[in-house]
């Protein structure tokens, strides 16, 4: 559906996207995407929306760095940009997202040079709070950098930019990734070698490259020169000063350690001295389990409340509004409508996932509600959705996750499903 312009206060036309989301002026813009401000207009709540041109990413290689955004979706985390959905008209993919307005901490540095120790430790610790969440879920953002990591109105960083990110199932049969990425002065030594690298490692190694400068205020690898500047970085060539305490230093080490089989681990990282000073906020890492469920905002709540399916989610549901296949990947997905109520089908899904021994969440209320059946370890096995349609019908959504536990057995091959439900279309 293409969007439909409409009317300001003032007269002035305005730009609505599929009747939802009101665009304002353009934040920025980068090789792949423009990023606009814009407003919910059930809610009231701003946004960022990202818009990509549908024509660009069918007819180049933008196709894979959108598709590497995705992989944001399925993360929920307080120091982690949310993708709250995705929309399309005939022409454009728009991902909603946080709207962060504090700037980059890039710009912050240029601003202030270095980092107080106190500071510097509140950021460090909320990055890999967000970096061990990612990892658990299995992707990885191999493109960790000052400009990509955001900061939100009470000072909070959001890791942004996933576009150059990897999920576990596209580990070759080496076990390892192949592909060269990353940002020249943050990139991984063993990503020089060309031998194949794990992809957590060079995240770590990029972490430490952001502690390196938020404590010093410089880059620990820099040459005008760039084959001059990846000797340095293939040797672990850095200097720090000699005002730098002696846990700092050691934690630096451990980091930008350019053996990956003994760098340091996000576990060994939590429990540095360094990392468990209190700061000034003496400020406590959130147990990880709070991070395995979404909370939705009291708008967001509002919005979804006792609400029927419209004629644009319907429109939602269509074959033409499938992004995947743009990305050349399907979602493995299949739903169907049934006369049984809604506490029925999430009951059946949740006594067949403990059945498995797996974790079983249930989120949402009424109108739209599901149940989600994950590995201990926070991968996703099967997601249930349920929407109404009807005083009486209800649309059931399945989808396989990448975990492989209990697939088979209520998955998408729909025959458990019609043996316990009255299944009226698929």
């Known amino acids: 559906m293409p969007e439909k312009p409409g009317v300001q206060g003032d007269g002035e036309p305005k730009q609505l996207i599929l009747g939802k989301y009101e665009l304002g002026r353009l934040l920025g813009y980068g090789a792949t995407a423009k990023v606009y401000l814009a407003r919910n207009l059930n809610t009231g709540q701003s946004f960022a929306i990202k818009c990509f041109s549908k024509h660009r990413i069918s007819k180049t290689s933008l196709s894979t760095h959108v598709f590497r955004e995705l992989n944001v979706r399925r993360l929920r985390h307080p120091n982690i940009i949310r993708l709250h959905e995705i929309l399309a008209s005939r022409s454009k993919i ?44 299995g992707v990885f953002h191999r493109d960790l950098k000052l400009e990509n990591l955001l900061l939100d109105e009470n000072g909070d960083l959001k890791i942004s930019d996933f576009g150059l990110s990897a999920v576990a199932s596209q580990i070759q049969s080496d076990g390892l990734f192949h ?75 451990r980091l930008l350690d350019t053996n990956p089989g003994s760098r340091i681990t996000v576990e060994e990282i939590v429990a540095h001295p360094w990392f468990r000073k209190l700061g000034f906020e003496e ?33 939602g549901f269509s074959s033409g509004a499938d992004l995947s296949g743009i990305f050349g990947v399907r979602v493995e997905r299949e739903r169907f409508v049934s006369d049984e109520g809604q506490e029925t089908v999430l009951r059946l899904a949740e006594v067949a ?56 057995r209520f998955g998408l091959a729909g025959q458990f499903w019609r043996e316990k439900l009255p299944v009226r279309s698929s």
């Not at 504090?102 to 909320?126: E, I, K, V």
């Open 353 to 408: 996932g403990r059945r498995e021994g797996l974790v079983v969440s249930r989120k949402g209320e009424r109108g739209r509600a599901g149940v989600a059946l994950r590995e201990h370890n926070g991968n996703l096995v099967v997601g249930v959705e349920i929407y109404r349609l009807s005083g009486e019908l209800i649309l059931v959504e399945v989808e396989r996750g990448g975990a492989p536990v209990g697939r088979e």
């Open 94 to 137: 728009y991902f909603i997202l946080d709207l962060v307005k504090g700037g980059d901490l890039f710009a912050r540095l240029l601003r202030t040079g270095r980092l107080p120790d106190d500071l510097c430790r509140r950021y460090f610790r909320q990055l890999i709070s967000a970096v061990g969440y990612s990892h658990s879920r």
């Open 179 to 253: 592909t060269l990425c990353g940002t020249p002065a943050y990139v991984a030594p063993e990503i020089l070698a060309k031998k194949g690298y794990h992809p957590a490692g060079v995240d770590i190694w990029a972490s430490g490259v952001i502690l390196f400068v938020l404590a010093v205020g410089y880059l620990p690898f820099n040459d005008t020169n760039l084959m001059a500047m990846y000797r340095k970085i293939y040797r672990g060539e850095y200097r720090l000063p000699k005002w730098v305490s002696p846990e700092l230093r050691h934690l630096i080490g």
């Open 283 to 315: 400020e406590k890492l959130a147990p990880p389990e709070e991070y395995y469920y979404c909370k939705v905002s009291k708008a967001e709540a509002v919005e979804a409340e006792d609400r029927w399916l419209n004629a644009f989610d319907i429109i």
